[in-house]
């Protein structure tokens, strides 16, 4: 639970600075789950929609949380940390071993696993697998799935960029501002790379 307060109190100070208490509140309430703390979410969420929580600051809402649960539940940490991780530029492997040990303990299993790893994972890959006649249904076909995708397109960005060089000799400077086409005028590239305008014959 510690570990749980301490990643909150961080967050909402370089993320959440100047928003209003509120809502500082419902956004950790949006990573307290298991079946500990269901029922009491559900009477807080009740009490600020009515009006009738009142806290000045997001530290004593924290601090209630602490001496509500104790010294107890870990499984809240892992599950903040599961639904803060995204791929961003890390190869889908890295992100793999960072998903399975962070699921470890948060709970999370079948369907909610899958949607967790699902939402953290690159769009571009997200909607391969999503558009997929047959979609992976266990949450190690969706890892095998998305690392298969994920090496494959990275193979194919590497390609691109071969080809791109390679019709783009080094050195080669083209000026391509001044070059104006019309019904009677083409362009071609001489021998000595450089732009000459001829008629064309009719």
């Known amino acids: 639970m510690a570990g749980f307060i301490t990643a909150c109190k961080l967050y909402i100070h370089m993320k959440m600075r100047g928003v209003a208490v509120e809502e500082q509140i419902q956004w950790v309430l949006s990573y307290v789950q298991g079946e500990s703390v269901d029922i009491w979410k559900e009477n807080v969420l009740e009490d600020l929609e009515e009006g009738q929580l009142e806290y000045k600051t997001v530290g004593k809402f924290l601090a ?72 992976p249904e266990t949450i190690e076909q969706w890892y095998d799935r998305a690392m298969t995708l994920d090496q494959n397109w990275r193979e194919s960005k590497r390609e691109e960029e071969r080809l791109r060089r390679q019709k783009e000799p080094e050195g080669a400077c083209y000026d391509l501002k001044s070059l104006e086409w019309d019904n009677e005028t083409t362009l071609v590239l001489s021998d000595t790379r450089e732009l000459d305008r001829v008629h064309s014959t009719k």
């Open 64 to 135: 209630d949380i602490k001496k509500e649960f104790g010294g107890g539940d870990e499984e809240l940490v892992k599950v903040a940390e599961l639904q803060r991780l995204e791929q961003g530029n890390k190869m889908m492997e890295e992100l793999i071993q960072e998903f399975r040990r962070t699921a470890r303990g948060s709970g999370y299993e079948g369907r909610p696993l899958i949607k967790e790893f699902k939402r953290g994972i690159n769009g571009v890959i997200r909607r391969k697998l999503m558009e997929a006649e047959q979609q």
